[in-house]
């Protein structure tokens, strides 16, 4: 029986040697601790054993069950070791290597432009609001003075959605002023913001989209007149064109939200090929302005006898096409990779930001 168990050990032994994966170990520790393995079945034999025989040969048995149970268990723990170390060696990665080159997206110009504008009225003391896109005839017409037949509520211009169960029908903005009342409406004077966003017309042709992009600009101050409004604008122009001064005409208009109303145009050269602005004999019109209508400020819940205050809105593509030479609007919205590349801009809140001519 001694040698029985000796042979047993010394041939179970040479198996572990031999194994060198987890999948022979486990197979030796099945074909010797599993329920019919070799030393189970000597552990069985000991119960038909004398007291003295079992004596002699019950710990042996035991030992070599335990011996074999813990070699086992140290071989798989090195061969998992081994296993790692082999991956890690083969899977080593050199991080010297040059990257793979990644694809640059580029900033669209209307996003460009949108930031030039918000960084020079920042620089004014203005703050960025913003506004939903869906909006109600309060907000866009109502609130803004336009009277209940006025053409611009026409179906022809604004996108209705369906009426509601209460026959109220939701639109698109038509412009981006329905910002102004939102912010008369829950802010304290002063005011200063500009609600760059998206706006929304039934209209199609080289300078014209369905969805467009206006900035509104807004001041609620006692004592601001329109003197005001003429330097913030002649400041922002020369800024935004990169000129030492604009000569700009006001020339009167009429919005229902202002009074007086103005529309704004600077001095420009049309004779070369390519537009000039701040020289030459032309006028090019850039933006709408005035002073915020007391009808307007009333709605609002704003005192006229207290408050003056002025606003005006400009078109950003208008703005992008002008300083950067777009010559066709439509394309600005047509996700072409290519008109991206050759008119996007490398970064955003570049150093140059207001010099955006570094594209
Ligand atoms: N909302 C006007 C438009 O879309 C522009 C404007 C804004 C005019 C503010 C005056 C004051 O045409």
């Known amino acids: ?58 710990p042996k048995v035991n030992g070599l069950k335990n011996k074999l149970n813990d070699l086992i268990n140290e071989k798989k723990i090195a061969l998992a070791d081994k296993a790692l170390d082999e991956r890690l060696l083969a899977e080593h990665l050199d991080v010297t290597l040059p990257a793979k080159a990644r694809r640059q997206g580029s900033i669209h110009p209307i996003m460009q432009v949108f930031e030039e504008v918000a960084t020079i009225f920042a620089d004014m003391g203005f703050s960025v609001k913003e506004g939903p896109d869906i909006e109600d005839d309060f907000h866009n017409f109502t609130a803004l003075n336009f009277p209940e037949k006025h053409p611009a509520r026409d179906m022809h211009d604004t996108f209705f959605m369906q009426p509601n169960e209460k026959g109220e029908r939701k639109l698109l903005r038509t412009h981006t002023s329905p910002v102004q009342i939102r912010t008369m409406k829950n802010e304290k004077p002063p005011i200063r913001i500009v609600a760059p966003g998206r706006t929304y017309r039934c209209d199609y042709d080289q300078t014209h989209t369905p969805m467009f992009h206006q900035i509104e600009g807004l001041v609620i101050e006692e004592g601001v007149h329109m003197g005001h409004l003429k330097g913030v604008l002649m400041e922002f122009l020369a800024r935004f064109f990169e000129v030492d001064g604009v000569d700009v005409q006001f020339r009167p208009h009429h919005f229902p939200f202002t009074e007086p109303s103005a529309e704004v145009d600077v001095r420009c050269d049309r004779s ?10 032309d006028w090019l019109e850039i933006l709408g302005c005035g002073m915020v209508h007391p009808n307007v400020l009333t709605a609002c819940g704003l005192d006229p006898n207290v408050y003056q205050g002025f606003a005006f809105g400009m078109g950003i593509d208008r703005l992008a096409m002008l300083k950067y030479g777009i010559p066709d609007l439509r394309d600005m919205f047509n996700s072409d990779v290519r008109w991206l590349e050759n008119f996007g801009f490398e970064a955003l809140f570049s150093p140059s ?7």
């Open 353 to 359: 930001i207001t010099s955006g001519l570094s594209r």
């Open 272 to 281: 070369g090929k390519e537009l000039k602005i701040g020289t030459g004999n």
């Open 1 to 58: 029986m001694t040698l029985e168990i000796e042979k047993l050990e010394g041939e179970l032994l040479a198996q572990l040697n031999a194994a060198d994966n987890e999948a022979s170990l486990e197979e030796l520790r099945v074909s010797a601790l599993g329920k019919k393995g070799s030393v189970s079945e000597l552990l069985k034999g000991l119960g038909g054993m004398s007291s003295e025989e079992r004596q002699v040969f019950g």
